[in-house]
Each structure stands twice: as C-alpha cells, then as structure tokens.
C-alpha cells in the first residue's frame, strides 16, 4: 500500500506517539501532516463530496488526538485511525435522507493531474456511477480501500475487525453486484443511443 505517509516509518511514528502521549501535544501536528492527505482520500471518494471530507478529516484527527491515550503499541496505527475514519464517514453516510445522491465518484478539482485524478479519470464513467450508488455505505467503504486505497486484506481486517478470508469472500461479491448493475446500465446506455435517431424521426 503506497501513500503520502511514507515519510514516517514505523519506529518513528511510535516513537513519536509515545512522546505525544507522554504530554509533548505540539507534535500531534506530524501525525496531521503524515495522514491527512490519505484520510482525505479516502473520506473524499466514500462521501462523494469536498466540503464534507474536509470537515470529516478535521473531526476524525480531532477524535485520534483525544483517544490517543487508548491506542496501544501492539495495535497497528493506520489501521486504528482509518478505523476512526470508517466509523465516522459511514455515520454521516447514515444521516444523510438520501446517500444514493452523494455516493458517487468525483474527479478531483486539481489544476495539475495528480496521480490520484488520474486513477479517478480512467475509472470514472457513468455506469460505475450508477453501480457504486446501489452500493451500501459499508460495501462502498469496502471498495474504496481496496481499490482505491489499495488496501491488503490484512490491512482491512485490522481497520474492519474482520477475517481476511471473509473480507475475500465480501469483496468477492461486491464486485459482482457492481459488474452486475455496470452491464444491465450499460445495456441499457446502448439502448437509447440506438433508439434515439429513430425517435428524432418521429
């Protein structure tokens, strides 16, 4: 799994939060540097929208620094903070009268393509729209750390507190509700493309 964190390896970020729990707060400010960008991937591309991931990364750092007296060395950090991160979003997605609006993929609004937006670009179209919008919160937030994120199982068993060979078998099968709906809308795309010129005609 790549990301923006690897400028902290794993002895450093321990120590690191050794030194934060024993009252030096002011390096908190590592950790935000280190994982905000991941977080606000990964919360951005399961809200479907800018404001809202903002906002969520900001509330979730808040959360990790005010339960980080709990987290113990044994425990995976990233796995433990994207745990935080998981909660939180799919509470909002909850809230929401209707997440089937929200939940779709947004190209991101940069002047530069970044490697991100251009992942986002080759995977966006609007069947895959369509498909990950029938998608649970949970199954969405399945796949945008597998696929996205490109999260191992292990990784998502530590953040999920479930086992990889039932991960596997989930994933498994969201990937065939999203090939599914993908093909049925696709179908349904070529559809009206053919049957347009002959309702002009009309």
């Given at each position: 799994?790549?990301?923006?964190?690897?400028?902290?390896?794993?002895?450093?970020?321990?120590?690191?939060?050794?030194?934060?729990?024993?009252?030096?707060?002011?390096?908190?400010?590592?950790?935000?540097?280190?994982?905000?960008?991941?977080?606000?991937?990964?919360?951005?591309?399961?809200?479907?929208?800018?404001?809202?991931?903002?906002?969520?990364?900001?509330?979730?750092?808040?959360?990790?620094?005010?339960?980080?007296?709990?987290?113990?060395?044994?425990?995976?950090?990233?796995?433990?903070?994207?745990?935080?991160?998981?909660?939180?979003?799919?509470?909002?997605?909850?809230?929401?009268?209707?997440?089937?609006?929200?939940?779709?993929?947004?190209?991101?609004?940069?002047?530069?393509?970044?490697?991100?937006?251009?992942?986002?670009?080759?995977?966006?179209?609007?069947?895959?729209?369509?498909?990950?919008?029938?998608?649970?919160?949970?199954?969405?937030?399945?796949?945008?750390?597998?696929?996205?994120?490109?999260?191992?199982?292990?990784?998502?068993?530590e953040i999920l507190k479930i086992r990889p060979n039932a991960l596997i078998k989930r994933m498994n099968r969201i990937k065939q509700k999203v090939r599914k709906v993908m093909k049925s809308e696709e179908e349904e795309i070529d559809w009206r493309e053919q049957k347009l010129p002959m309702n002009t005609k009309i």
């Amino acid at each position: 799994m790549t990301s923006s964190k690897d400028s902290l390896d794993v002895k450093e970020l321990e120590l690191l939060i050794t030194r934060i729990q024993e009252g030096n707060t002011s390096q908190y400010s590592l950790i935000v540097k280190a994982f905000q960008q991941p977080i606000y991937r990964y919360c951005y591309r399961l809200l479907a929208n800018k404001q809202d991931a903002e906002d969520a990364v900001q509330d979730i750092l808040v959360k990790a620094y005010q339960s980080l007296h709990q987290y113990k060395r044994a425990e995976n950090f990233s796995a433990w903070l994207y745990r935080i991160a998981y909660n939180h979003c799919l509470n909002l997605l909850r809230k929401r009268r209707v997440h089937k609006q929200v939940m779709r993929i947004i190209r991101w609004e940069t002047q530069s393509a970044s490697p991100e937006q251009e992942l986002d670009n080759r995977l966006y179209n609007p069947s895959l729209a369509v498909a990950l919008s029938q998608l649970s919160p949970e199954e969405r937030s399945m796949l945008v750390m597998r696929v996205f994120e490109e999260q191992t199982y292990a990784e998502m068993s530590e953040i999920l507190k479930i086992r990889p060979n039932a991960l596997i078998k989930r994933m498994n099968r969201i990937k065939q509700k999203v090939r599914k709906v993908m093909k049925s809308e696709e179908e349904e795309i070529d559809w009206r493309e053919q049957k347009l010129p002959m309702n002009t005609k009309i």
